[in-house]
Structure formats: C-alpha cells, structure tokens
C-alpha cells in the first residue's frame, strides 16, 4: 500500500507518473489505495470515471497476481472505501476544527456524500453507521439551504471608510459597534514619491504601483476572509450593519485603494448594500 495514494501526491514527468510525498510502503489490501484515489473528497470523482479507472486498475492488476477472483475484490472495495472515508473525516474535522485549517473544512461535504454513497450499498451490515450518516447528510443539507436562502434576502449594510490617522478613526454612525479597522501603514506608501503626490487610490498610476509592489494584495488577502466570515455569519444572523475601515498615514493612497477592492469583493459576491466613504477625499457611493 502507498497509504497516502491521491491524485496530489502523483506527479507527471515527461509522460510518466511519479509519486511524491511518500509517507511510506506497507503490505496490505490493494482496495486501500484504490479507495483512497478514486473517493478522494476533493477531486470529486464522477462514478461512471471510477469505475472506468477501476476496470483500467484491475487489468493491470491481474497481470501480477494471475489468481486474482475480481468478484472478491470487488465485494471488499466497499469496506475499504468506508474505512478510508470515515479517516479521512475525523482528519479534516480536527485539521479543520481544530487546527483552524479552512481548507480542509471545505472538503468534509463531499467526504460526507462519498460516506452516505458507500452506507446505502453497506447499510445492512452497519445499520447504525447508515443512520448517522443520514443524519449528518440531513444537516448538512439543512444548513446549506438556509445559508443560501439568508444570502439571497440579506438587509445587512456593510459601511466601508478609507481614512487617516491623523483625523482618528471614524465613528460608528449605526450604533452597532464592531467591525473591523485595518491599518494599511504596513504596506509600501507611494505617497513617498513625488509622483503620486497628488494622485490617490482611485488613480490608475496608484492602482499600479500597489499591485506591482505587492504587499497591499497579500494584506487584502487576509482581509477578504476575515470580512468574508463576518458577513457570512452577520447575514445568518439576522445583522442589519457592520463597518469597515481603512486607515493610512494620510487617507489618500492605500486607504482609497483597499477600501475600494473589498467594496467589489462584497459587491460581487454577496447580495448585501454597501456604503463607500473614502472620508479624506469627500466621496461617498452606494452599492
């Protein structure tokens, strides 16, 4: 067995696979590592391509063991497949849970389905496992759905300021408090050079300067998942505010320049009112 066998850890070469990322080889039942490939959470397999890669495997496989019964084979893969399944589960749970690892958390619906698949062929010989799949798969389903339909009739309103220190931070208006004020001074300032001077985050000379340079997009990177979380759960809430605020030496260059990005990012991709006020420069909009 590989024990670590996923489409990530394999690497093509010119034209041939190398497996990368090799926890370490040990005797044991070829359907492991067939399971661990083929119901691999995240690359979502589609039954019809496991079972033409199943077919594809076990030809190859019968070429170094003759006496192979595929009919047994094929009757165990299940089990291995639960077993696999239900590892790989508790793996993301604690990465993702405890851990704080998002990415491993977004994998645990899929994971969740390959386990309600593989119970619905094994229900019989594990009755209490098929059941708390269900259950699981229930709410999953019931938490997806009311996320969605709360996404989709939100009267939450984001408020996003660019300011500047010197003129202290902007009040919250809403009497909400919270939210969130992100201090921008840590990014290269191309306020510094005479060019920009008289140029702000709005100015395409500005815009430049920041994403070549490239400490701004890695901050807002940040950001943008932080926000992303708060909005999320606002809007589940029942939340009808939440402010945001840029802040930088003078109000005028990175500031202007995150404020607008995270109003877009917002703007694209939750049904929410957004409020921009880059305070220096006495613009306000409305999303």
Not at 135 to 159: C, D, F, I, M, N
Request: hydrophobic fraction near 35%; charged fraction near 25%.
């Amino acid at each position: 067995m590989y024990r670590d066998f996923q489409s990530r850890n394999v690497m093509i070469m010119d034209g041939e696979p190398y497996f990368i990322d090799f926890q370490g080889g040990r005797k044991g039942p070829t359907q492991y590592d067939v399971a661990s490939f083929l119901w691999q959470a995240k690359a979502n397999i589609p039954s019809s391509l496991r079972e033409e890669l199943i077919n594809a495997y076990l030809d190859e496989l019968k070429q170094l063991q003759p006496d192979l019964v595929e009919q047994k084979w094929r009757a165990v893969l299940p089990h291995f497949v639960l077993f696999r399944t239900l590892q790989v589960l508790g793996a993301y749970g604690y990465r993702g849970y405890f851990e704080r690892k998002e990415h491993f958390l977004q994998s645990i619906p899929n994971a969740l389905r390959n386990l309600s698949e593989v119970l619905e062929e094994l229900k019989d010989d594990y009755p209490y496992l098929y059941s708390l799949s269900a259950s699981l798969a229930s709410g999953l389903a019931a938490k997806r759905s009311y996320s969605e339909t709360a996404l989709q009739h939100s009267s939450l309103v984001v408020t996003i300021y660019s300011f500047s220190y010197k003129r202290g931070i902007p009040t919250d208006e809403s009497g909400n408090g919270g939210g969130y004020v992100f201090d921008c001074r840590s990014t290269h300032n191309p306020g510094k050079y005479d060019e920009y001077k008289q140029l702000t985050g709005l100015n395409q000379p500005v815009i430049d300067f920041l994403e070549k340079d490239g400490e701004i997009i890695t901050f807002l990177e940040s950001v943008d998942k932080l926000v992303d979380h708060h909005v999320e759960r606002f809007i589940e809430r029942g939340f009808e505010h939440l402010q945001i605020a840029f802040g930088c030496t003078g109000g005028q260059h990175r500031s202007v320049y995150c404020a607008e990005h995270l109003a877009k990012h917002l703007k694209d991709k939750y049904n929410v009112r957004i409020q921009l006020i880059h305070r220096e420069r006495n613009i306000s909009k409305t999303f």
